[in-house]
């Protein structure tokens, strides 16, 4: 029930996201005329049987949680995810740049989200800094006159809404709520004769409420400036609940939250890759799919240890098509699980499930459970296909073979005499079938060197734990595509892959003239990378490509080779001449001798395997 609900709510909340932006562009085309905008507006917004509004989307989480928006709103399990940056799938909240902002800003009430929201936007996002230092004490606040304290004290004096634009023009200058939202229309349009005649009534307004000329006009001029960027905050506000809606689902119910947010982005294997390293960070398992056990979607499965995991879904298998799979599931619920890979065959219509799904399937680890033999399964579906259509010519002219109604014992094929895929292969086809490395990575044995190397992680990058520059990465590339520069030149992008995600990488010509094979190899490679980030935006460019088990042996630290007689030095020595391989390695020989230890080191270094 509570991955049902909150698949809904999600749900719901895109499609509120969808509203917001219809309404946003019905404004924008009658900006000019603010009545007409705002019967437009009406009219998107009485469409509830196509797009809910703000207040349908909380009545619903209130109805199904059986809490108001009030009673959860001060959460403390929720304000203490979101002072971590712990903010991935969170709606409005999960850029990586906003994961910083909300580290450094600790969000400790509603009001700071709905700030956040307002103020993560080119322009307002230059006031960031200044408002969390505010809030936490280290810089003094200015509310521009005494009067405004009542009006900016929200948030600390930084005037952020367009509202709060509307309030000074009233409070200071006795404008007219009607007359403040014309104030506010010529500002946000810079009209030039409009504002000298509202420049004039703002500070005669003031100097008639006891405010200096001088220092009217230079609140006008701040006022001027925040209101050229202001956000309505009705609308950030709706927003900020959705949001924080949303993370207290991720904090509360952490498990059906991602299976839910997996299963709204099943076509989009980056965003699902980035969904399993959040699960692996919270130590959530994400089981794979398999016929027996796996939903359409994906689904919360209860171990047998008591924790709760993500199945993943069947459906997300890459070309197996979702209404095939439901055939599949709604068979297994009826007449039971699969007992092997004939009667999978046999209870499947050849016309629901071809030989592309079920190879698919078995490239995914689908059927694991059934015969644990990737490459068996996969070698076996051209002879599974015929049967299943042998089945189906014997049903449809109502004939019995001699074994009974179906495959007896002696009819069925032994499957292929054949070893399983190599790990490295297995990965590789797991990969082609989901879109990433699902049950592991291969870099993953390579973590002792990768650490020596001083290599960074995708996410750490992504996340803003790693700052612009130069940087070491690892990867395996995954797709490449090659472009003609405007200079002439050959550039390549590369989709590369760490245990952590998915992240492309420019090659400029040069570099790409001497990696070219590099690239086309599929091996584990190490890359020196410059880091330049504009925004939310990551862009990498590659200053050097290696092969990582080259790195590896370049940079292993040395080999001891312990000793306890001279004798043994002649041995060692020929095995040294006809084995060993000139490298960067440094070898030293440890001599047991009269309860002391003499280390000597060899005068040319050798290559070493990484453990």
Known sequence: EDLEFTLSFIGLRQRFINNQAGVGESKKKKEEDVEEGKKEKKKIVKKKDEVPHDFELDEYFSNIMGKKAGEIIDDKKTFDMLCKGDAAGVFQLESSGMWDVLKKLRPDRFEDIIAVVALYRPGPMDN??????????????????????????????????????MEIA????????????????AMGKKIRAEMEA?????????????????????????VEKFAGYGFNKSHAAAYALVAYQTAYLKANYPVEFLAASMTLDAGNTDKLGLFRVELERQKIQLLPPDIQKSDIYFSVETLDEGETAVRYALSAVKNVGAAAMEVLINERQ???????????????DAQVMNKRQIENLARAGAFDTVVPNRRQVFEAVEMLTRHTHAMQNERESNQVNLF???????????????????????LHQEHDAIGFYLSAHPLESYRQTLNRLGVVDWTDVQAGRVRGGRVTMAGIVSARKFVNSARGGRLAFAQMSDAS?????????????KSRDLL???????????????????????????????????????????????????????????????????????????LREIEMDLPQGYQISAP
Do not use: C
Request: charged share 30%; glycine share 10%.
């Open 128 to 165: 960031i800094p200044s408002y969390i230092r505010r809030k936490h004490g280290e810089e003094d606040i200015d509310y521009l006159h005494p009067l405004l304290e009542s009006v900016l004290n929200e948030t600390y004096g930084i005037a952020i809404y367009q509202e709060q634009v």
């Open 501 to 513: 995600g998915s992240y492309e990488l420019m090659v400029f010509s040069e570099l790409l003239f």
């Open 170 to 185: 009233r409070v200071l200058s006795g404008y007219s709520l009607g007359g403040a939202d014309l104030l506010r229309r």
């Open 334 to 348: 009826e007449n039971g699980p699969f007992k092997d890979l004939y009667e999978f065959a046999e209870r499947l």
């Open 520 to 594: 086309e190899s599929g091996t584990p490679l190490l890359v020196s990378v410059d880091v330049q980030k504009k925004g939310d935006d990551i862009r990498l460019s590659a200053n050097s490509i290696q092969a990582l088990d080259e790195a590896a042996m370049e940079a292993v630290a040395g080999l001891k080779i312990f000793l306890r007689d001279v004798e043994a030095l002649q041995s060692l020595s020929g095995v040294m001449h006809e084995h060993g391989v000139r490298g960067r390695g440094r070898v030293s020989l440890v001599l047991d001798r009269d």
């Open 198 to 222: 509202q420049r004039k009534n703002f500070i005669d307004g003031a100097v008639e409420n006891g405010v200096h000329k001088g220092t009217a006009a230079d609140i006008f001029v701040q």
């Open 404 to 426: 009974g109604d179906g495959f007896g014992d002696q009819a069925k094929p032994p499957l292929p005499d054949i070893d399983d895929w190599s790990t490295e292969e297995r």
